[in-house]
Every structure is written in C-alpha cells, then in structure tokens.
C-alpha cells in the first residue's frame, strides 16, 4: 500500500498516502486545523475533539463533522476544515473546553504560548455563557522538574500516552470520570524517568510547566537562539530562550535524525548550570598560596612563559570530551606546536593496550535513526538509560519494532522493553563476552584467544548468541560498548572480543560515545595517537594512564574537574598536586581546582561560546553562542588563538570559529567513521582477577559534567544509584556480614571512606557499585577496580 | 499511529504465586482464558470483581497494587478502571450495597423520592452507611432497567418498580 492518492483539503488537491489520517496531510500541506490531544509521535486518542472538520468520501458527505485526527484519507475525498459546518463543530467544541478552564490567563505561567489561548482566540466566544461554578483540582507534586496547575488541564492525555508510549512506564493515568476525571499519579508520587520534561513541551495548558522556569518570564520577552546539548553523544537540538543575556530555558528543536522532537532531562534542565554561584569571571593566578584577581594579559603572559620553558616532554594536556571541537583542535594544535605529544581525552578510560590498534575515527556504528531499525542490539557495559537516556529510547523503539536486545552488565537494567540481560561479575565481562564468541564458534583467535578457548558457554550466553544471528539474518545488528565497557580495566581485551562478536554474528561494532564531543575528539586529533584529521601518529605521546602514574610536571586542564571527572579521582589530584605549574581553564570554579591549579583561566561554558560537536552518528553540529560569558571570562577558542600568538606559533589569526572548524574539516576530508580495529592485537592477559569484590563506579545520570553537577533542580531528583553509598546484592551483603544501612568502610587506591550499605538486587554478586563523579567520591580510587570493604565506620 | 495500540505490559519483580489466595489466582486465571494473549489486562474488570466480593465489598491499594503486578500491567491503569467505573468502592463499605438509580427514566419515575426517604427514615445519604454497617447508599448512574424504573440495586439482584415501602421491606430484609 506505498500508492498516492489525492484528496481536496479546502480546494487544494494534496497527495496522501491511503490510511493517513487526514489532518497529517493538512499538516504537511500547511493547512490548518486546531488541535489539542493529537501529536505526531503519539497514538490517536481523538478525545479533545477540536479537529472537527467536515468531510465527504466517495461523494457522499459524513452526516456529521468528523475529527481529523483519526478520520483515515480516502481517494477522492474532500474535506472542508473552513465550512460554516465545520466552524460551528470547533467553536462549539471550543465552548465545552472553556466551561471548566479557569480563564485567568495574566496569572498562568503558560499565557502567550498556550495553545488553548492561541486556539480561544480564533474559536473562542467573546462572552462565556457559563454561569456555573467550575470545577477546581487539586495539584500534584510530580517532583523538582514539573510544576502542575490541574485545574487548567483540559484532559487531551498526551501526558499519559506519552508515559505509554515513549517513556515506556505509565507514571501519570487519567483516574475518575466525568467530572471529577484528573491526571495525576493518583498514588502521589513523583514522576522519576529521565525523558518526564517532555510532558511539559506536551501540555497544549498551563497544567504542566517547567518547574525551575515558573514565573520568570513571559514567552515574548524571550529571544531564541539555535544550540546543541553538551551532554551525551547525542548533541540533541536545542532551542534556548534568551532575556537579558540569560538563558532561562531549554525547548528541543525537532530533528529526526538526532533527537526527534525529544529532550531528555540533563539536556533541558542542565541551563540552570550556568547560574551557579561558583562560576570563574576572572582570570586568577595563586601567589603565596593566595588567589589573585589578574587581567587576562598578566595571566596569558604568565602561561605562555612557563608553557614555553617547561620542556615538552614533561608537559601534560588533559582536555574535557565536551569542549567544542575547535577547542579541542586548537588545545592540541598549540600542545603539539611545543613539542609536547601528552595530550589525552578520555578521561574516564584505564586501559590503554590496544591504543596501537583502536580505530581511529570510532563512533556509534550507526547512525542515531538507525539504531531503531536494527534487527538484534547488544549493549555491553552500559547503564544505559543514564549513559544515553535518547538512545536508551531509540534502542526501546528498536525493541518494540520487534529487535532482539541483550545486555551484558554488572547489573541488571531497569529497561521498559524486553532484553535478554546476562548480569556478570564485572571481573568475568571478558569471560562473558568469550563464552558468547565460543557459542558463536569463533575460533580462540585475537586478544581474547585464550579467555575464548576456556570459554564454557551456557544456555545464556548461547541466547544472547541466537539473538545476535537472528539480527544477522536481517543484515543489521550492532554490538554496542557503554561507558562502564570503557571504564573497564580489560577494556581493550573487552573491545577485541565485542569486535570477535560482531564480526562472527554479522553484526557492526558500536560505541555509545559518553560526552557530546567524543566522537569530534578523534577528529580534532586530542589523544595521545591520534592527530588532527584523525590520523595516526608516528610517535604517539602517553595517554592517561601514563600521565598517572608519572606526574607531568606541567598540567593543562581544559575544562576538567580532577575530583570528578578523572578515572581515578584520588591519583588525579595527588598529580596536579604533584605538578609544578598547572593551568586550569574553566567555566568554574572548585575547591579542588583551587588546591591544585596555579592559574585559573575563565572560558565559556555550553551556550556562551561558538563551536562544533560532532554526535555519535558523526554528524557535525555547530552552534553560536547564545549569551555572552559572565565578567572576564571568554570564549575557549579566543582564549586558545591568543595563546597561540603568544607563542608565537604560525596560523592562529583566526576570526570566528567558523573558520577553525573549515580548517579542521579540511584536514579531516572524506571521513569515514570505522570502529574496526586497525592492527591485530596479540594476545592480552586479563588484568582484573576474578573472586575478589569489585567497585562499579557508574557515573550518575546527572553527575556527567560540571554544568550539568550545578543544576539545582536536576539535582533534587531521586535517580536510581545516584547518592554516594555502597550498594550491594542482598546476598552479596550477607556474604560480607553488612545489612542495609550499615556503615561499611571502603578501602580503595590507598584511601578509606566510609559508605552507608544500600541493598540493591539489581546488582551483581562481585560487584560493589559506588558511584563516580558525586561528592565524596573523590576520596576513592579507580571507576572500576579491586576494592576492600569491612563492616563498620572508620573509628 | 493507530487506533490499536497493544496495551503497555510492565514486568513486576514479585512473585505471583503469592499474591492473593490460590482460589482467588484459580478464579482470576480461567477469566485469563477468555481474551486473547497480550491482552490479558482485559480481564481487569471482572478480576477487580472477584477481588472487592473477597475483601468484603471494597478495594484497597494493595489489592489494586497487587492485580497490576498479576496482569503485568501498570498500576495506575488499575487505578483508572477501578476509580472509572461506580461499582467498585474504594472505601469501607457495609455488609450490603443499596444502589439507587438515579439516571433520567428512574428520577422521573421517583428515584429521589427512594433516596430522600431513605435518609429521613435510615438517616443514610448517599455515599453513606447505616450505623449499624448492614448497608451502605449509593446513588448510581443508569442501571439499564429504564422499563420498570425506578430501579434499586441490592447487592447483585435489581428490584424494580420501587415504592419507598417496597424498598423499605427490602432494606429490613438485609441480614
């Protein structure tokens, strides 16, 4: 049934596709009907009835208006949204909607964007002849993000079919009826899931709004200005809305290829980052174990001195995965300029053996639109609806589509499709991943020739394998690696065998890119074996690991957070600390970064610098900065041209970043994203045992990046894991003597911490998961590492 | 987009060979059998059934909690139907339901006068129970007896034609 047909909208001959509903080709014809409960990515409810427009198929006329919404184009039919027929129908339908809505617009935080308004204006009786009492609701609180007025809700349900059918979890209902019919929760609970912002984009009323935008401003104050989201690799389009050079809020733009016309949470709500109390306006210089406000010439001078004399070769640069990738290209530009080759990117990696092998352009392995069209997914080492909460839908989409997904985990996920989940100790990832391969028959080849070899593959990890063929069969599967895969101490074992995996079930390798410029840092050449244009060095520097475990002597840090945003928070600081001159460029400023930087450099953050981040499909997406930076603080690119100058290297006279991002381009060509690796590995020992405790520090949801760690309303949520705590198996707890609550203390990189015990049967046995990246954190060692517990505090 | 959309089914973490009685999981299975599969949430209605006639003519939260977790459906789709439709009680109620129709043919025919004579002689509105808990008032929507109105449901039995001392029979008839 691919055939056109023609139907008349209004006069007008439009092409539709038979089973269409009619006001999707109004739609697409830019003919307008008013509407409240429909919506392009939601089922029909057609319960609001303002489509109502007249129609007649087969030359016969419907004896009455029918909605729009759900009324199926036939050939020939003409419809009449005009008509005094079909206007009658919209304004009385437009009469019911007003009986129960308060009509006090000046004090509703929706007023001057609200679709009801917008349709009242058009539809609306001039006088209401209702003279009856009107109904009044009480309010819910559906937590920190969602404000809610009931009383205004007009009962379209796009709320609820979007908890159905999008998120996955029904956390909102329509309970009651006739009049006394409310959305809520009806168990007074807050909504939890991590795309639950969207219902606020939803509501056509005032009875959903942002919670931290209520009352700030009126949307004609509001300029908007194009951007991307700094967080996840998904680089979701935003829309900001600008007063008086502050962002005060998030809206998505719609594109199909990234984030639809979705956002998730950390994307909408992370702007209030950009408010803290703590950000960096003034260039600073430490004199005497005393901060200085400096101007930027002193300070500038002052790098570029010490950069010039340190010898390169004890020189490190640690550059955040979310700065632009002009940033990041000119970082190691001016890096390499110097002589000096330790610049790394991945900062939340610990094993680096197969750097001489890893690809050298990896992405996601498909595009983002493609991810819902494979046939079989299997996600290794992901807490995936934190990781990447607009790809964990894709993949949901892909589920329901009727793709096979598998996971192998440390912990089991909490996923609103089917999956077929192999929990493993984290230390037997690898193990797992052979015992798979073998159920494949690969031959005991590559890394992981001697793990696949003593593989002993059961009934798991053959279902996992059938899954994968099943995908092949279809020509589209993806094996996909989440940040805990990265994080992992056997990385590059694990990385050989997912590729093991791949190539024998058929399947492409994919990488869920963590930060929103991952990808773009292959590209713009910020690792230690990778130059710009991502090529492969000759003479590659030493990545993180090296620079851990032998301090640089001097230490740039571009946009980083050593307690937070490192591996290994505790070895990361001793360090900088270790370092004799340290420059850290920041949109913020810590007590950690003030302990250890020398120079504090002020650069924008997300919205107040120009730049470019390339997504996980490799899509390159550029944005203007939407406000300028606070006091002193500059563009990071600026601060890096005049840097250049400074020392006197060639070709950074640039004007706008526009014109490094050509350059780069230039370099880079043709890409051809490939997440194939380059050279065989010979085989590599696993280096994390098996039979010991291990600590999983997954990286909550809102604790991915500095901005999105100074959101106040993001952080009130209650996220699963998300607190600094020990959380263990049940079992795994009475194994170790500890009962919920308990005070354990955590031994870890030379450092104790004492962590209350939370029971979570999610987990793994082996797996002792306390989070990364959230205070107090930093007092542990590795992401994923060996870790002693015993019971009770530190005395 | 379409009109079908399969209901959304959520997979609970609890055991459901505990849920219940095993007469009441027996009683709830063979309603199982009449709808097709992934459709098992349609033998919501009658279970909600089976669950208030076994709690003594009420639903508790647990109750609803626990059939979302047997019909793997999410628990505020049992909330919806149990607070939709008026023959489930959400409340304590008395040993028996006395339901007053009060849709348009029973209120022509005297329905009103049923429930105000009611309250004068029993001192129960509707919604209320006697003191002595034998019944509870209920004023209903169209019972579908329209013929004989008005209408009066006890319990499961309509009685028809009513006369305020009909129903007064009625009503001391109730154990």
């Not at chain 1, 620079?547 to 591996?567: F, N, Q």
Request: with cysteine; net charge negative.
């Amino acid at each position: 049934m691919t055939d056109k047909i023609t139907i008349e909208i209004d006069g007008r001959a439009c092409e539709a596709a038979p089973g269409e509903m009619i006001i999707a080709v109004a739609d697409r014809e830019g003919i307008t009907i008013p509407r409240f409960c429909y919506h392009k990515k939601l089922s029909i409810a057609a319960n609001c009835r303002m489509c109502l427009v007249e129609a007649e198929a087969g030359g016969r006329p419907f004896p009455k208006p029918v909605p729009a919404c759900a009324t199926p184009v036939s050939d020939g039919m003409k419809v009449q949204t005009r008509s005094p027929k079909a206007i009658d129908a919209q304004e009385g339908t437009m009469e019911f909607l007003l009986i129960n809505h308060p009509l006090d617009c000046p004090i509703c935080d929706q007023g001057g964007e609200c679709e009801l308004q917008d349709v009242a204006m058009g539809y609306g009786g001039d006088v209401s002849r209702y003279s009856e009492r009107k109904r009044v609701v009480e309010d819910e609180d559906l937590g920190p993000l969602i404000a809610t007025e009931m009383t205004r809700c007009i009962h379209c349900t796009r709320c609820v079919r979007f908890g159905a059918e999008i998120a996955g979890v029904r956390e909102l209902g329509a309970t009651g009826r006739g009049e006394a019919m409310r959305i809520g929760t009806f168990a007074a609970a807050a909504v939890g899931h991590e795309l639950s912002g969207n219902v606020i984009d939803l509501c056509p009323v005032g009875a959903l709004t942002s919670k931290p935008y209520r009352f700030q401003a009126r949307a004609w104050e509001l300029t908007g200005r194009d951007s991307i989201s700094p967080h996840d690799g998904v680089g979701a389009n935003l829309r900001l809305h600008v007063r008086r050079n502050q962002v005060l809020r998030v809206h998505p733009n719609d594109n199909e290829a990234v984030n639809e016309t979705w956002l998730a949470d950390r994307d909408r709500f992370s702007y209030e980052g950009l408010h803290a109390a703590d950000r960096l306006t003034q260039p600073m210089i430490k004199r005497n174990g005393a901060w200085q406000a400096v101007a930027w010439g002193e300070a500038m001078t002052l790098v570029a001195e010490r950069l010039k004399t340190t010898e390169a070769a004890t020189c490190g640069w640690w550059l955040a995965p979310n700065a632009t990738l002009e940033e990041l290209y000119l970082a190691q530009r001016v890096a390499r300029g110097l002589g000096c080759r330790d610049i790394d990117s991945r900062l939340r990696q610990q094993d680096f053996r197969d750097d001489t092998a890893a690809p050298l352009r990896p992405w996601l392995g498909c595009t983002i639109a493609e991810l819902e069209t494979r046939r079989a997914i299997l996600v290794v080492g992901s807490d995936l609806r934190q990781e990447q909460p607009l790809l964990a839908h894709r993949i949901r989409k892909a589920a329901l589509a009727g793709a096979g997904v598998g996971c192998v985990n440390p912990l089991e996920l909490e996923l609103h499709h089917g999956a077929t989940q192999l929990v493993v100790d984290p230390a037997a990832l690898p193990a797992a991943l052979a015992a798979i391969a073998k159920a494949l028959d690969c031959a005991p080849e590559g890394a992981g020739a001697a793990l696949i070899a003593a593989a002993e593959p059961d009934d798991r990890h053959r279902a996992l394998a059938e899954l994968l063929r099943a995908g092949e069969a279809e020509q589209g599967g993806l094996v996909a690696l989440g940040a805990l895969a990265v994080a992992h101490p056997d990385y590059a074992l694990i990385r050989a065998l997912a590729e093991t995996i791949a190539t024998a079930s058929g399947c492409a390798l994919g990488w869920l890119p963590p930060a929103a410029n991952s990808v773009g840092a292959y590209l713009a050449g910020a690792l230690p074996q990778v130059g710009a244009g991502g090529v492969a060095l000759e003479q590659p520097g030493r990545a993180l690991d090296a620079m851990l475990a032998e301090a640089p002597r001097t230490l740039v840090l571009w946009g980083v957070e050593p307690e937070r945003d490192l591996i290994d928070p505790t070895r990361a600081m001793a360090v900088c600390e270790q370092a004799e001159f340290v420059v850290a460029c920041s949109a913020f400023r810590s007590p950690a970064l003030e302990t250890v930087a020398d120079v504090l450099l002020p650069i924008g953050a997300f919205a107040e610098t120009a730049g470019t981040f390339v997504n996980a499909s490799g899509t390159w997406q550029s944005f203007q900065g939407a406000v300028a930076p606070p006091g002193e603080a500059r563009p990071g690119w600026k601060v890096l041209r005049v840097l250049g100058n400074l020392l006197d290297q060639r070709g950074f006279d640039y004007t706008s970043a526009a014109e490094v991002r050509t350059e780069l381009a230039e370099q880079c060509g043709e890409i051809t994203h490939d997440n194939a690796a380059r050279a065989a590995l010979e085989a590599l020992e696993p280096r994390l045992a098996e039979g010991g405790l291990v600590r999983v520090g997954g990286v909550p949801i809102y604790a991915l990046d500095a901005l999105v760690r100074r959101a106040p309303a993001l952080q009130r949520t209650t996220m699963p894991r998300a607190t600094l705590a020990l959380y263990l198996h049940p079992q795994q707890a009475e194994v170790l003597g500890l009962e919920e609550g308990a005070e354990a203390t955590l031994t870890q990189g030379g450092q104790t911490l004492t962590g209350e015990v939370r029971l979570d049967a999610r987990l793994a046995l082996g797996c002792a998961w306390v989070p990364a990246a959230v205070a107090g954190s930093e007092r542990l060692g590795a992401q994923i590492g060996p870790i002693e517990i015993a019971g009770g505090g530190l005395q | 987009m379409s009109f079908r959309t399969t209901p959304l089914t959520v997979a609970h973490d609890r055991d459901k060979s505990t849920l219940f009685t095993a007469e009441l999981r027996e009683a709830i299975d063979a309603l199982l059998t009449r709808y097709p599969e992934d459709w098992q949430q349609s033998a919501v209605m009658p279970a909600l059934t089976l669950l208030q006639d076994a709690n003594g003519g009420w639903l508790t939260r647990a109750l609803m909690d626990d059939l979302a977790v047997y019909l793997d459906m999410p628990e505020v789709a049992v909330y919806e139907v149990a607070t939709f439709y008026g023959m489930y009680d959400l409340e304590p109620q008395g040993r028996h339901k006395v339901c007053v129709c009060n849709s348009v043919s029973c209120m022509l025919r005297g329905s009103e006068e049923l429930i105000e004579h009611v309250g004068e002689k029993y001192g129960v509105r509707p919604g209320e129970t006697s003191d002595d808990g034998r019944f509870t008032l209920k004023e209903v929507e169209c019972l579908g007896a329209c013929r004989h109105a008005p209408a009066v449901l006890v319990d499961k039995t309509y009685h028809e034609n009513l006369s305020p001392e009909a129903l007064d029979e009625l009503i001391d008839g109730l154990e």
